[in-house]
């Protein structure tokens, strides 16, 4: 059950768009369309933004998307604004019957 | 509204035992899985383990680091998940979340608890 792949941390100016990665495995990433993106702000619960590799949350803002390719999936935000400077995690279901997160990717707006 | 209140948590030695509850409002905990992650300070977001619901079985999975010493159970008639902690070590300080599944999704999270544990 190793952790999936994230960048530590990724920046972006605003109206500029980043792209945050999701690297796992055969058995979990690139078995299963069972992705799913959270949002976290400091001392707050994560909130989910993506489930399904792509499908957005009802009232989840439509600069948000998410997609996939073999172990990789993505969380795309274009646009970026200030209130988008918060913690990103993925999570996958695995072969395992059990899921795994990512270690997350803070991301800062310059 | 779909709300999870997690309780139970607070300062433990090592080697003890604790017992978190997960409280949950505005839908059907029946119809549902739960899981439990945790997170420490600082720290990203692991996956604990889950409790199906009585539809799927009712049975649960764990993560690897934590099978053995945790156990997951639900009382559907009160609303109410558990996690039941047990021989706490100083690594398992952390906020612990519940977590409603919907389909294959984890979608609300509750506000977490924090268990410390230390001397």
């Known amino acids: 059950q190793s952790a999936l792949t994230q960048p530590a941390s990724v920046s972006g100016s605003p109206g500029q768009s980043i792209t945050i990665s999701c690297t796992g495995t055969?058995?979990?990433?690139?078995?299963?369309?069972?992705v799913s993106w959270y949002q976290q702000h400091p001392d707050k619960a994560p909130k989910l933004l993506i489930s399904d590799v792509s499908a957005r949350t009802s009232g989840v803002s439509s600069r948000f998307s998410g997609s996939k390719s073999a172990n990789t999936a993505s969380l795309t935000i274009s646009g970026l604004q200030a209130e988008d400077e918060a913690d990103y995690y993925c999570?996958?279901?695995?072969?395992?019957?059990?899921?795994?997160f990512g270690g997350g990717t803070k991301v800062t707006v310059l | 509204e779909v709300q999870l209140l997690e309780s139970g948590g607070g300062l433990i030695q090592p080697g003890r035992s604790l017992r978190l509850s997960c409280t949950s409002s505005g839908f059907n905990l029946a119809d549902h899985s739960l899981t439990w992650v945790r997170q420490a300070p600082g720290r990203g977001l692991e996956w604990l383990g889950f409790?199906?619901?009585?539809?799927?079985?009712?049975?649960?999975e764990y993560a690897a680091s934590v099978k053995g010493r945790f156990t997951i159970s639900r009382d559907d008639s009160t609303r109410t998940a558990y996690l039941q902690l047990n021989n706490l070590e100083t690594e398992d300080t952390a906020l612990y979340y519940c977590v409603r599944h919907q389909h294959m999704t984890l979608d609300y999270w509750g506000q977490g608890t924090l268990v410390t544990v230390s001397s």
């Open positions: 409790i199906a619901s009585r539809p799927f079985g009712g049975t649960a």
């Open positions: 999570a996958s279901y695995s072969i395992t019957n059990t899921w795994v």
């Open positions: 055969g058995s979990d990433v690139g078995l299963y369309n069972y």
